[in-house]
């Protein structure tokens, strides 16, 4: 059975609580996240593609689509500033400009 994320727009993420443990286990999957958001920083920064995030908050798994304007040890940032701690990533995934 596949896994089902609610979509949620950007303007909402900073409502959410975001617990602090991390949603992978494995280090080659946390490392593959940080791959991935390093590639989405340069589409969003070069190519002003949009990414789907797959994350999760601590009631359940949501995607937003969103360009990513930067990347801290902590937190991807979106527009308006908006930021998504990285240890409650799943995924991002390019799918348009």
Do not use: H, W
Not at 6 to 21: A, D, G, H
């Amino acid at each position: 059975m596949a896994t089902v994320y609610e979509s949620i727009e950007n303007e909402k993420i900073s409502s959410l609580v975001f617990p602090k443990s991390d949603v992978l286990s494995r280090n080659e999957a946390i490392n593959q996240r940080i791959t991935e958001l390093k590639m989405a920083l340069t589409f969003g920064n070069l190519d002003y593609f949009k990414i789907k995030i797959y994350f999760e908050d601590n009631l359940s798994k949501k995607v937003v689509e969103a360009k990513v304007c930067g990347v801290t040890k902590s937190r991807v940032i979106l527009t308006q500033g908006i930021g998504i701690p990285i240890n409650r990533i799943y995924r991002t995934f390019k799918f348009y400009n």
